[in-house]
């Protein structure tokens, strides 16, 4: 199986820790659309977010998804929002299999709190915008693909699981 892998989930849910671990086990290449975003435009989502606008970032993400990565045997953390505009989702599912990292918000809240690496969170009140974003987001997030569990997990168990729903998901990819 060659089929990529995309993980979606908000912010904090171990997309980067999990792909890092499965793409070792399977032998993929790893790429977070984060870094790779900053990697191409030479600046941090930070700066992008504040000098260009979250539309312009949305828009890199979505030419990173379209052309930015090997379209076969690769897995990709995905940034917490870019399964949200419109399309997205579909798009993603029309290049390979996407699982969703998922955790409590109070989880997300422990691992996020002091990050100062997150745009979205660089506001007067981090947990208020969170638990906004966190509701605005989570349904959205439901309706993406099979949901994996990250909380209260020993990684290996959650790369196990998550390796299992690819096998499964990848085995009719395309038919």
């Known amino acids: 199986m060659d089929t990529n892998l995309y993980l979606v989930g908000f912010m904090g849910t171990g997309k980067s820790t999990v792909g890092r671990q499965v793409a070792r086990q399977m032998g993929f290449e790893f790429l977070d659309s984060d870094h790779e975003i900053e990697r191409q435009q030479g600046q941090p989502v930070s700066q992008i977010f504040a000098e260009q606008g979250e539309a312009k970032f949305r828009a890199l993400e979505r030419k990173f998804i379209e052309h930015g990565h090997p379209a076969k045997k690769c897995i990709v953390s995905c940034g917490g929002g870019l ?9 993603l599912r029309s290049r390979g299999v996407v699982i969703c990292m998922h955790a409590p918000i109070e989880t997300i809240l422990k691992r996020t709190m002091h990050a100062t690496h997150r745009p979205l969170l660089q506001v007067e009140d981090p947990e208020q915008r969170l638990r906004e ?10 309706r993406t693909g099979t949901m994996v569990l990250t909380d209260k997990r020993p ?8 390796l299992r729903v690819y096998r499964q998901e990848a085995a009719s990819f395309g038919k």
């Open 133 to 142: 974003l966190y509701a605005q987001r989570e349904e959205l997030y439901r």
């Open 155 to 162: 990684l290996r168990e959650i790369a196990t699981h998550v």
């Open 83 to 91: 399964v949200v505009p419109p399309g997205m989702l579909e798009l």
